[in-house]
């Protein structure tokens, strides 16, 4: 992915009111090298770019349905799912690859992951507690956010943030 899709992204998200540009708040580069660290990848563009812009705040990208994907979050969630999995194999959570990277979570049961295995950018794959299987949900972590920011407009639109101002957190 180009930066210039990604700054298409974030006008995107200042145009239809889900996010003002001054509101993001990133990552540093040592919390993005630490993430980096404590799992043995390099993030994919991409990804980085997100972190980068808003790993720690992005408006109403993620507050219309109980995401945790916020940089403190990601931090923890492969770590988690790879316990949960040798801790209780019975819980259905898949094996991760070694270059896996769990991005989101919701209700602590739906998970989304990328591979950092290419340097550019990754599928994203979503598996939950209830089976074993990882499927591909969306081609990039541009298409990803994409979709977020659709259902972040119809969350708006709808007037969701009319009775909960504030979102929903995990």
Known sequence: MTQHLFDRFLLRLDRDEIARRTSLVGCT???IVALESKYGV???STYRSYLTEMGH???RLLTHDHYAATYPHVLDMTAQCRED???FPECGLPVLPPDAL???GRLGEQFLMIR???PDDSPVWCFNEHDDEVKESFRSVLDWLESLADEAKCAIL???YD???NGTRP
């Open 85 to 87: 999995r040798n801790e």
């Open 116 to 118: 950092c295995s290419a």
């Open 42 to 44: 390099a993030l994919p």
């Open 29 to 31: 580069d040592v919390e």
């Open 57 to 59: 705040n992005s408006g």
């Open 102 to 104: 769990v991005i989101a």
């Open 158 to 160: 709808g007037g969701y």
């Open 163 to 165: 009775q909960f101002p």
